[in-house]
């Protein structure tokens, strides 16, 4: 990683950096860690989704980064404010994970897999493609996005560090 500043991205918030800073997360359990990057521009925004969809709640959303359908679309205008074309982004994607074991089946109560499905869908939409992720599983993760190698550091719990 770089010798500059780690920006650090709360969940439900979102946040763009340049090389030599890099951007973190902590807390992806099932919420799911979106990067979108520019690798040409070392240019990079970090949002961390906490729910698959915004038209679920039953007020009108105020935290367009909680929300996969709303964040993503927020994230992109970020970045192009930022100069950044959207056809050369990329993404990386990390966390959705199923945190807790459930004696029903209810979809509802899967919001891992439902965020990485809603990410995946908004992403889809916005023509931007994945270039890897570190999804699933039962462990939360940290991640770490450096701008200049675009290499995204994912820390596993119990899992050690893996580099996507």
Do not use: W
Request: some cysteine; overall charge positive; glycine content about 12%.
């Amino acid at each position: 990683m770089g010798i500059g500043t780690v920006v650090k991205v709360g969940i439900a918030q979102m946040d763009v950096v340049t090389t030599p800073n890099t951007i973190r997360t902590s807390g992806l359990g099932s919420c799911v860690g979106v990067v979108l990057y520019d690798e040409r521009k070392k240019i990079a925004g970090l949002i961390h989704v906490m729910l698959p969809d915004s038209t679920l709640g039953k007020v009108v959303p105020g935290n367009v980064a909680k929300f996969a359908d709303t964040g993503i679309e927020a994230m992109i205008e970020l970045l192009l404010k930022q100069g950044v074309q959207k056809f050369s982004l990329k993404a990386k994607i990390a966390g959705g994970a199923q945190m807790f074991k459930f004696s029903s089946d209810q979809s509802s109560m899967r919001i891992g897999p439902r965020n990485v499905e809603a990410v995946k869908q908004a992403l889809r939409k916005s023509g931007i493609r994945i270039t890897a992720e570190d999804t699933g599983g039962s462990s939360g993760r940290t991640i770490e996005f450096d701008p200049e190698t675009s290499k995204l550091m994912v820390r596993t719990v119990n899992q050690g560090v893996s580099e996507i």
